[in-house]
Nanobody, 115 residues
Framework: QVQLVESGGGLVQAGGSLRLSCVVSGRLGTINGMGWYRQRPGKQRESVAALTMDGRTSYVDFAKGRFTISRDNAKNTVFLDMNSLKPEDTAVYYC?????????WGQGTEVTVSS
């Protein structure tokens, strides 16, 4: 079994910052990639940022310059640092990990940005 547990969500004012964490545990094989997605109210789930195991990062346009994805290999943890948050960033944020070419989702952590 593989488990992904996110944390770090909450209520923050516009312009504020949050750090989301995702701990991966269980029967781990080879991590091929990690990423964050989000689902805003009434919208489909969308990609936010991705990180390959050789350190390459990619961001969707709304995340560029404001969000940073990183990882701690020793702790099997992936982070999403979010700065300059906007009300439109309000969403449930999900961690996604590809292990041995199989995808796994976390349960999500809710982020609410007030204006």
């Amino acid at each position: 079994q593989v488990q992904l547990v996110e944390s770090g969500g909450g209520l923050v004012q516009a312009g504020g910052s949050l750090r989301l964490s995702c701990v991966v545990s269980g029967r781990l094989g080879t991590i091929n990639g990690m990423g964050w997605y989000r689902q805003r109210p009434g919208k489909q789930r969308e990609s936010v940022a991705a990180l390959t195991m050789d350190g390459r990062t990619s961001y969707v346009d709304f995340a560029k310059g404001r969000f940073t994805i990183s990882r701690d290999n020793a702790k099997n943890t992936v982070f999403l640092d979010m700065n300059s948050l906007k009300p439109e960033d309000t969403a449930v944020y999900y961690c996604y990990v590809v292990l041995d070419f199989n995808g796994y989702w976390g349960q999500g952590t809710e982020v609410t940005v007030s204006s």
